[in-house]
């Protein structure tokens, strides 16, 4: 069993920048893909992107060209550089990790990322 632990998120204006971080400790880091979940209050819990054990990515529209997934699974970490921030973008941050055609997922505890002047 993986363990994820994020961080990163913050206050933030619209228009500015923030990159969240998400550590995995407890399993074999490389074998997962990593994805980025976001939550507001009062919706649904929907994908923001996904990167796979080999690299490939793919973002949700609402994000796509604003925000990059990346990995370095020498450190264990994903990360979500996340840049022309806008308020619909404040959410709770949730990292997954998951091991393609199983059972095996894991979630983060959140991070809050509010976007505001």
């Known amino acids: 069993q993986v363990q994820l632990v994020e961080s990163g998120g913050g206050l933030v204006q619209p228009g500015g920048s923030l990159r969240l971080s998400c550590a995995a400790s407890?399993?074999?880091?490389?074998?997962?893909?990593m994805g980025w979940y976001r939550q507001a209050p009062g919706k649904q819990r929907e994908l923001v992107a996904v990167?796979?054990?080999?690299?490939?990515?793919n973002y949700a529209d609402s994000v796509k060209g604003r925000f990059t997934i990346s990995r370095d699974n020498a450190k264990n970490t994903v990360y979500l550089q996340m840049n022309s921030l806008k308020p619909e973008d404040t959410a709770v941050y949730y990292c997954?990790?998951?091991?393609?055609?199983?059972?095996?997922?894991?979630w983060g505890q959140g991070t809050q990322v509010t976007v505001s002047s």
């Open positions: 990167i796979t054990s080999g690299g490939s990515t």
């Open positions: 407890g399993s074999i880091f490389s074998i997962y893909a």
């Open positions: 997954n990790a998951h091991r393609v055609g199983t059972m095996d997922r894991h």
